[in-house]
């Protein structure tokens, strides 16, 4: 497994740093869940985007999801947690928490994927100045 940090080193953001490493810790560990161990490839990646906002994301090369799935996990309708590519459990928590820490600090947790192709969780803050 490939886990790769494409995020600028000098970036700083807006927001609660504790939150911010929660956020980023439950999404790292999802991608790493449901991704193969031999093949999947993960990237936290950090974009600069126009009006001093930035989008941070987590992208993974794993099982991936459709759209129903991606409704229900982002309304809080998933209240079993769905097993990992090598059998994990999960709490079915991570991704409410992560959604409303965000919410705390004026973001929302965003989702696009593709079933067998993978997933994208990001959310957008703005850049500290």
Do not use: W
Request: charged share 20%; net charge neutral; aromatic share 4%.
């Amino acid at each position: 497994m490939q886990i790769l940090n494409k995020v600028e080193k000098d970036l700083q953001v807006k927001g609660d740093p504790d939150a911010v490493r929660i956020v980023l810790r439950n999404l790292l560990g999802n991608a790493i869940k449901f991704v193969h161990p031999k093949t999947g490839r993960i990237e936290l990646i950090s974009t600069r985007l126009e009006g001093g906002k930035v989008k941070i994301a987590v992208r993974d090369n794993g099982i991936g999801m459709n759209g129903s799935q991606i409704n229900r996990l982002l309304q809080n309708q998933n209240s079993v947690s769905k097993p990992g590519t090598s059998g994990e459990k999960g709490t079915a928590l991570g991704i409410p928490l992560c959604q409303e820490l965000l919410l705390n600090m004026d973001s929302s947790l965003q989702i696009d994927s593709a079933v067998d192709q993978g997933s994208e969780f990001y959310f957008i803050l703005s850049e500290a100045t």
